[in-house]
């Protein structure tokens, strides 16, 4: 996680989060922790949230008759976890998501795995129509606790410049 105390005055400081396109770097991996615990809640509530009816995300007798032997995790909340674990490190100042690219479900994941995630920066450009931003690209890779990969990913958003994040504008 990367955190910043800008000083706003005399013995005040702000916390600030994220980086800004000057501080990333191609080539450089970020490793997001703290990790996540999968919950049989957290996946269930999520299926439900989302309203994927597929039984083999919480129904446990379904399951069990599954190839996997029990309830799988949702794969969409693999996809969102790892997502969110790298948010303080690469998009916490982000103005947009771009998109999405190869997504890939490498093995699956069930309640009580751990997971973990790590990015690597691939590409940073400067916007063509916008001066104070560019975006980044980064591969995003998930892994459970025992080292074994489960979800990889692309993903560009466009970063703001230093000096030109909402956090640098808001006084309050």
Not at 54 to 69: N, Q, R, T, V
Not at 146 to 153: A, L, N, R, S
Request: charged share 25%; net charge negative; aromatic share 8%.
């Amino acid at each position: 996680m990367v955190a910043e105390a800008k000083p706003i005055g005399k013995n005040r400081y702000r916390e600030s989060y994220g980086r800004y396109l000057e501080d990333f770097a191609v080539g450089d991996v970020y490793e997001h922790r703290p990790g996540r615990t999968i919950t049989e809640s957290d996946n269930t509530w999520f299926t439900l949230l989302t309203m994927n009816q597929h039984p083999l995300h919480f129904d446990h007798e379904y399951a069990a008759k599954s190839e996997f032997g029990r309830v799988l995790v949702n794969s969409c909340l693999t996809v969102s976890i790892v997502t969110g674990m790298s948010v303080s490190d690469v998009s916490q100042k982000t103005i947009a998501n771009l998109g999405w690219q190869e997504i890939k479900l490498t093995a699956p994941v069930f309640i009580g795995d751990t997971l973990y995630a790590e990015s690597e920066v691939l590409e940073i450009r400067e916007s063509k129509s916008r001066p104070n931003q560019g975006i980044v690209s980064i591969r995003t890779t998930g892994k459970k606790q025992t080292g074994e990969t489960v979800i990889d990913f692309r993903r560009a958003m466009l970063i703001p410049k230093r000096g030109h994040a909402v956090d640098d504008e808001i006084d309050y």
